[in-house]
Structures are given as structure tokens and as C-alpha cells.
Nanobody
């Protein structure tokens, strides 16, 4: 099966950190452009961090600049979203997306809740 599986979400206090992971099976992530998106209930989905396959073109939402970062571990076929200095407004379901040509894969999403 061709799948993306996300993990790492949970409940954290404001100012805390989480590392989200997205692991692919059935295909090699290093050949795909990657995007991390998030969606809060009743809100539109927004891009958080998006990067092309060669890491030559990166898009980072202004609201997370300086706090979130992206990385790859090709040996583990996994990409990460490091989230620091979390704020309540970061609360959302976070999704990993992989695109290559006509292929377009989404993970199931992982809930991130930032609350005291």
C-alpha cells in the first residue's frame, strides 16, 4: 500500500515543543515535494511549511517563522516538523502531503492541542 503515516501530536502547554513525523510506505519520500498543513475546526486548511524535492524552494507561513522547521531522514523514509514555542493558536490537525507528478498523498492527520 502507498501510505503516509503521521505521528507525534498531542497535548502540550504554551511554550512547549513537539516533533511531528511523517513516514512513507510503498514509495520513497525523497523523490517528492513535501508540505505540512494544518486545519482547525471550522477554519480553512493552511500551509505551514512546504518544500520541493531538492530543497531549493521553501515556503514557511509567517505565523510560524522562527518557531517551526522542516527536516528529512531519507534513511528512515521520514520527514519531520519541529514545532517550538507553541501557542494556543497553533492548535489544529496537522497533515503531511507528498506530491510528485500526478501522485498526491495525504497522511491521516495528527492532532496538536496547545493549552494550559
Amino acid at each position: 500500500q502507498l501510505q503516509l503515516v503521521e505521528s507525534g501530536g498531542g497535548l502540550v502547554q504554551p511554550g512547549g515543543s513537539l516533533r511531528l513525523s511523517c513516514t512513507a510506505s510503498g514509495f520513497s519520500l525523497d523523490r517528492y515535494a513535501i508540505g505540512w498543513f494544518r486545519q482547525a475546526p471550522g477554519k480553512e486548511r493552511e500551509g505551514v511549511v512546504c518544500i520541493n524535492n531538492s530543497d531549493t524552494d521553501t515556503r514557511i507561513a509567517e505565523s510560524v517563522k522562527g518557531r517551526f522547521s522542516f527536516s528529512r531522514d531519507n534513511a528512515k523514509n521520514t520527514v519531520f516538523l519541529e514545532m517550538n514555542s507553541l501557542k494556543p493558536e497553533d492548535t489544529a490537525v496537522y497533515y503531511c502531503n507528498a506530491k510528485r507528478g500526478l501522485a498526491n498523498f495525504w497522511g491521516q492527520g495528527t492532532q496538536v492541542t496547545v493549552s494550559s
